[in-house]
């Protein structure tokens, strides 16, 4: 598995913006795809972004419009910034990596997850 840590969650106001990051190791995500997700509590885990090492991305229908997803170069760091927050976007989230047979992983890789609360 590949280790990730996911930063930057915390408490925001609705209408707020964050922004998260994602750690990994080097050179990672410019080999591999990797996405954010997020699981509300009682609920199934659900994609939020997702980016290519082309660059593609592809956001998922929560916080569509409202998202953008980013890799820094220089540092194996993704991040993903959420505008105009909602009080139903408070979730964990998680940055995951599904298998990347040709850096040989072949399991999805999971960090352990970082906390957004929305509230007023």
């Known amino acids: 598995q590949v280790q990730m840590v996911e930063y930057g969650g915390g408490s925001a106001q609705p209408g707020g913006s964050l922004t998260l990051s994602c750690v990994g190791p080097?050179?990672?995500?410019?080999?591999?795809?990797v996405g954010w997700y997020r699981q509300p509590p009682g609920k199934e885990r659900e994609l939020v972004s997702y980016?290519?090492?082309?660059?593609?991305?592809i956001n998922g229908d929560v916080l569509k419009g409202r998202v953008t997803i980013s890799r820094d170069k220089s540092t194996s760091t993704v991040y993903l910034k959420m505008n105009n927050l909602k009080i139903e976007d408070t979730s964990t989230y998680y940055c995951?990596?599904?298998?990347?047979?040709?850096?040989?992983?072949?399991?999805?890789?999971w960090g352990r997850g970082t906390q957004v609360t929305v509230s007023s």
């Open positions: 995951g990596l599904p298998p990347c047979t040709r850096s040989g992983i072949y399991t999805w890789s």
């Open positions: 080097e050179d990672i995500f410019k080999r591999c795809d």
């Open positions: 980016l290519r090492p082309d660059g593609t991305t």
